[in-house]
Every structure is written in C-alpha cells, then in structure tokens.
C-alpha cells in the first residue's frame, strides 16, 4: 500500500531524530577515533622504517662477510705467488709476480677499507635504529592512552548506541528508496548532519532562514514533500510557538 506524504514524512523524521541521537554519540567521542587511527598510521610506517634499517644492517653484514671471504682468497693468492716466487728462472717471472702480489695486496687494502665503513654504517643504523625505537615506544603508549580512553567512552554509550542503530534498521524499511537516498545525500553535505528539520519561529530549523507563512501552511498540510529553498532541508512540520498568558496583576481595593 502506498504510503501518504504525511506518513513518508513522519518516517523520514523518525530517522533523523534517530541519527541525531548517534551523532550526539559520536560527537562525545570527539576526535579520538580519527587520533587513533593517526597513531597506528604513524607506528605502522615507524615500524616500515625498522624494517628498512634491519635489511640495510644484514646487507652491510653479508657485504663485510663477503669483504672478509675476498681477504681470505687475496691472502691464499699471496702465500702462492710468494711461493712461486722463490721458484721463477728469470725477471720477467719474477716481475709478473710482484705485480699480481701487489694487486692482491691492493685487493686486501680495498676490503679492509670496504669493510670499516660498512661497519660505521651499521654503527649509524642502529643508532638510527635506537632513536627510532625510542619514538615508536613514546607513540605507542600514547596510542594505549588514546585507545583506553575510547574504549572507556565507548563502552559508556555501547549498550544504548547498539538499541539506536538497531531502532535505525528498522525505521530504514519504513523510509521509501528514494526519500531515503535524497536524505542521505543532504544529510553528507549539511554541517550538523540534520536532512530533515522542523519550521521553528517562521523559520527554517536548518539554515534559520525566513520560511513565508503560505509556505509554512503548505508544509503544516502535508500533502507534498517540500523543501526549504535556502538549504534544500526537508521541512517535516511546523512547531507553533506556544504563548504562555502573563498573570494578570491583581487590583488593589482603593482605600
């Protein structure tokens, strides 16, 4: 069965007084949820970054490893040729000899000084290494901190945010489809997340801008959707403005 426009608005403002309450939620929250979500960022590039500096200190480790195999082969290279040394029949043997044991000396001098520096790298690394440790425990207890202090407050409102959410799906099947869509379209473009809103002192509950009283009669009959035409906010009714009656004062019998 179709539903009346005064029943579709009537569901629709159902479901933003609904929202209204879990946005009040949330807004207690405030910005720690997205402060947590920045501190697990943070660590997790820290710990990008660790992981960097422990491959560049293995890869300095294999490479002095690999400096110290080419001192090791330069020195068996060394003992042979002065071996041969001893054995040559004329200069030129022997002037070939001395060159390839002064290449492998060379050889030796090159790894040492190869292998010194990738020491002070490694040295600079785990300092590096340290610092950055030192920062990532500093964030992480600020993170605990945070993620307690969300929990705290989340646990607080947990029991009545879960009922909301529950009353929301079950106020969503009574909202038509396309209602639906324009109100979540409004409620992501309007700042205080309100789609749908009541005429309050001939004026807009949304924007606060002027609504002229035909307009205020149209909305009072419900017999269309309308919109306010400053804000594009659903007007879903209009609150009369209840006049309390000041006491009359008392006359006082002339003497």
């Known amino acids: 069965m179709e539903s009346t426009v005064a029943q579709k608005l009537d569901a629709i403002h159902n479901l933003q007084l609904i929202d209204s309450k879990l946005d009040a939620i949330i807004k207690v929250r405030g910005a720690l949820p997205e402060e947590v979500q920045d501190l697990e960022d943070e660590i997790a590039g820290y710990e990008t970054r660790l992981e960097k500096f ?78 950055l440790n030192a920062v990532m425990k500093d964030r992480q207890k600020d993170l605990d901190q945070k993620k307690d202090e969300l929990s705290t407050i989340v646990s607080e409102s947990e029991a009545e945010e ?55 009669a149209d909305i009072r009959e419900k017999k269309k959707l309308i919109v306010c035409e400053h804000c594009g906010r659903i007007l879903a009714g209009v609150e009369d403005e209840i006049v309390e009656e000041k006491p009359k004062k008392k006359r006082t019998a002339k003497a």
Do not use: W
């Open 162 to 216: 879960d009922k909301l959410r529950s009353e929301r799906e079950k106020s969503i099947k009574k909202v038509d489809d396309r209602l639906y869509r324009s109100y979540e379209k409004i409620r992501a473009n309007a700042r205080n997340g309100l789609a749908v809103v009541m005429v309050k002192r001939g004026a807009c509950g949304g924007c606060f801008n002027t609504v002229p009283p035909q307009r205020q």
């Open 54 to 131: 422990r491959n560049e200190i293995e890869a300095y480790e294999q490479d002095i490893k690999n400096f110290k195999e080419s001192i090791k082969e330069s020195e068996k290279l060394i003992k042979k040729y002065q071996e041969q040394q001893m054995n040559v029949r004329n200069n030129r043997e022997y002037d070939a000899i001395t060159k390839e044991l002064e290449l492998q000396d060379l050889e030796i001098q090159v790894s040492k000084k190869k292998i010194a520096e990738a020491g002070a790298k490694i040295d600079q690394k785990k300092l590096d290494l340290d610092d």
